[in-house]
Each structure stands twice: as C-alpha cells, then as structure tokens.
C-alpha cells in the first residue's frame, strides 16, 4: 500500500503522549570504520577531507581483472572489537557478496560476511533512568564501504575515496524499546569501540553511522510490526529525533487502522521528521553467494593470542582504576574513559597533585574546562595544558587562593599559551600577572564593599525589613568591581558588618 498520507504534527504529537498501548522494536545496525592504515582489499590509504577520488586504485574501484587482498590489520581490529563486546569469535570465517546496482557501488557488489561472520553474540552494556542492562548483539560482520555521492543541484558526483574502506557492522538483537535506550546504546558503544583501539568513532567524518530498524506493536504482544529502517543517521541526538518522529508515525497510522509499510527511509535534519526513500528491498534481492575470489579466514590460537595481548584495558576497567587510585567518581569515571588518551592524560594530571583536595580540584577544573575540548584521536599530541601547570591552577583553588570563576579562567589562559613546557610555578605566575588571586586582604577589600553598599540603599533598605537575601545583591557588586577575586565568604561578613551598622544608627 503506497503511503504518501502525511500525519500531522498534532496527530504525532498526540501519540507520543498518549500511546500506552503501543511499545516500539528497535534494532541498530552501527557501521564501524576500522582505524586501520589501508582499504581493506588494497593498498589505498584515504583520509577524511581528501581531494575526491585520489585515494584509489584498480581494486577498489571495481576494474576488470583486479583482485582482492584481505588486511591483516582489519581482521585484528575486526576480533578486538569482538572480544571487548564479549562475542564468540569464528575461528573460520568467510565473505559473500551482496549484489546491488547503485552509482556508490562501483562493482556492482559489495563484498561483506553473511553465512559465517567473523564474530557472534556479545552484548553492549547500557545505563538509562531505568537501570542498567545488557543489549544482546546478533553478530559482527566484516565488509567494505561505498563512495559517496554529491548531489549539486541538478547532477550528482561521485567521490569513491571511501569505497574499500573497512567496516564492521554491528548488528543489535531487536531488544531495544525507546529512543533513551538507543542513545545510551551508541554512547556506550562508541566509548567501548575507540578506547580499544578499534575506531575513532567520529559520527561528523562517517567513521560511525547507524541504520535504525524500527516497528510499533500493541504493549504485550510477542509478534513484531513491520519493520522500516532509516538509513545513515550520522549522529546520537539525530537517532533519538528519528526514532520518537517513527515512532509517533507508525503508531498514528495503527490508531487510525492503517497499515505500515515496509519502508527504507531517511532522516531530514532540517525538517526533524522522516521521509520516505523507497519500498524495503527483500532478502532475495540481494542474491548472496560466497565471494569466489577471497579464501576463508582462518584464526591460529597464535594469532588469536597476539590480538589478545594487544588488548588495552576496557573502559569499565579503567574506570574502576581511576576510583580506587584517584577517588574518581560516577559519571566522571566514565567521562575521563572515553579514550585512552584522555584516562593517560588526566592519569598523568592526577600524580602531578601533592593531596586529595587538590587532586579533586584538579577532576573538576579537567572535566569543566578541558575534556570538551581534547581530540579523543590525539594519541601524541601535546596535551592541553602539561600536567604540572593543571596541578598548580588546581593547588591555588584547594588552598583557597583563586574563586572557582578565575581558576577556570586560569585554565584557559593556561592551555593557550601551553608549548609542553609550563610548570606549577608558572600557573602562579600566570595567576598573579593576570590578577587572578583571591583577595582575601580585608584592608585591601573594604573600599570596594563600601562603594557596593553606597550604591545599594534598597537592597539596606530590605535588609532592614529582614529580607536578609537582599545582601547577595551587594555581594555580587563587589564581585563584578574586583574582576570576580574577592574572598566571598569574608566579603559577605563584610558587607553584613557594614549594613547593620548604617541600620542601627
């Protein structure tokens, strides 16, 4: 049945409310761009951001003739990410070829694994506002991407840089039930994924992309809904967003006695819904059949255990280390585990600081004002700010030398002028050139709390009428007149010493 029947954003929003009685099935196919240094069938090595169709070469572009060659390097990172997930690996595995015509494909197939994957099982760990459990995967397959194509007005180029590039699809079990579930899926996943080693994991250059399955069925039944799949959603948010607009979709249609179709489609970024492509090809559209010019794949225990010991801790791991040593806790542990390079570095950070209280500085000034900003790829880069400098703006706010507002600020300072070679004294130095140290002197303070007083004869006024609150208002006068470095506690009793001896006379 062709729907071209539009629901109306009432009709949606009205589901989303009010639609108990429906549950959706939702099943994530997550495309994986192994950090490898070739295609995975040739010698071609792309990078993102390259001059369309430099990166290629006979074999990947499909020329008659021209054989494959599998990477080595592909397999390893293909079973590592296995292994992190908890999958059976196949110790003899095959690929096939998925026929499909489309421009993006230059051989007219795409060499994949259907029969006999590289790995199977497994399961990604998740945590939502309902608890934390485990999201059964199906498989883990090894296969090859396709170009790109680049649609300018009324003609479309092809970019085939990408075409060869490695890829495991990730393939969820369809266990999961809401557009929150899904979100805390890919996070964790990425998290998993790139402090292995396996991808970076950037969803903006194409190293991570999501197919969502998705169909709506009344709450309790066991038999599923027909199913449509929203192809290359390129980001966390955007699978969220496409999800609750399916959803609300499908479940319109049921409540209106309509039926789904089954649908490939896409989501519009600019419009937040999703638009139908095309009607949902069939298993046997894609006429699979094992790939004549490829041997199987067959893991040594040798092999498999040099891919083992390659093996960095997994995040979960690293967490739990940074909390025993460090005292690191929740949502930090996880924040400071997103990539190895950020557990070194903060690591790193954390020994540089002489005691607790100015090691919890140091977390808080890390994960506010220089996680964001850290390249979780940046293995061998000069770091933000050098380890010894993060401790000595962290030294000055535990012993109370700097508000929290300047420490922040001398953070930034620091990681500007940062050449790998800024020590603790330099961060006090910095501090005291730019004015940032606490003034804590109350002869030093006391001309600036009578100015903000002078200047507030309501808020004295209020204070009088026992609106004791209206002291903040002054407060916030003398932080802004010295540049956010007085002491507030000892400006406060200040100000208050001042007020009541103007009310009592």
């Known amino acids: 049945m062709e729907q071209n029947r539009t629901i109306s954003a009432d009709v949606c929003a009205a589901e989303r409310d009010g639609a108990a009685e429906y549950e959706a099935v939702i099943g994530l196919e997550v495309h994986v761009e192994l950090k490898t240094g070739r295609k995975i069938f040739c010698s071609c090595r792309p990078k993102f951001g390259d001059e369309p169709n430099t990166a290629v070469c006979p074999v990947c572009l499909g020329m008659p003739g021209a054989l494959p060659v599998l990477s080595d390097e592909a397999v390893s990172l293909a079973v590592r990410a296995g292994l992190a997930l908890g999958c059976t690996i196949n110790r003899v595995s095959w690929f096939d070829r998925k026929n499909y015509y489309y421009p993006d494909l230059p051989k007219g197939y795409q060499i994949t694994q259907l029969e006999r994957p590289v790995c199977v099982g497994g399961a990604v760990p998740i945590e939502t506002r309902a608890g934390k459990r485990e999201i059964p995967l199906l498989r883990i397959h090894m296969e090859e991407d396709a170009g790109k194509l680049i649609h300018r007005g009324d003609e479309t180029l092809i970019d085939y840089n990408r075409a060869g590039v490695p890829l495991i699809e990730i393939v969820s079990e369809p266990e999961l039930r809401t557009p929150e579930e899904a979100k805390a899926y890919l996070n964790s996943l990425r998290r998993i994924l790139s402090y292995a080693g396996v991808s970076d994991c950037r969803m903006n250059e194409g190293s991570l992309r999501c197919d969502v399955n998705v169909s709506v069925r009344p709450r309790g039944s066991s038999e599923y809904g027909i199913k449509c799949e929203i192809k290359n959603v390129n980001s966390v948010n955007y699978v969220g967003r496409a999800l609750e607009e399916e959803i609300a979709r499908q479940t319109a249609l049921l409540r209106a006695g309509e039926e789904v179709e089954a649908q490939t489609r896409r989501f519009n970024e600019d419009t937040g819904k999703t638009e139908k492509m095309r009607v949902k090809e069939a298993f046997i559209d894609y006429r699979y059949f094992t790939e004549p010019n490829l041997p199987a794949v067959e893991l040594t225990d040798e092999w498999m255990r040099d891919v083992k010991d390659a093996m960095p801790p997994l995040p979960d791991e690293a967490a739990r280390t940074l909390t025993e040593r460090f005292g690191v806790k929740g949502e930090n542990a996880a924040l400071l585990t997103s990539s190895v390079f950020v557990t070194e570095y903060f690591t790193a ?74 020590t603790r004294e330099d961060a006090v130095l910095f501090a005291e050139r730019e004015n940032l140290l606490k003034l804590a002197d109350p002869d030093a303070l006391m001309p600036f709390v009578r100015d903000a007083v002078a200047a507030s004869p309501r808020a004295v006024a209020d204070y009088g009428r026992g609106k004791t609150a209206a002291l903040k208002q002054i407060l916030g006068q003398v932080m802004r007149a010295t540049g956010g470095r007085a002491d507030p506690i000892l400006a406060e009793k200040m100000i208050l010493g001042t007020v009541e001896d103007l009310n009592e006379k």
């Open 349 to 422: 950070c954390a020994e540089a600081c002489g005691s607790d209280a100015e090691r919890a500085a140091m977390e808080n000034l890390f994960v506010g004002e220089l996680l964001e900003g850290i390249d979780p790829d940046a293995v061998g880069a000069v770091v933000p700010v050098s380890p010894s400098a993060l401790a000595g703006a962290a030294g000055l706010f535990a012993e109370g030398k700097i508000v929290s507002g300047n420490a922040k600020k001398l953070v930034r300072l620091l990681a500007e002028a940062e050449d790998g070679t800024l």
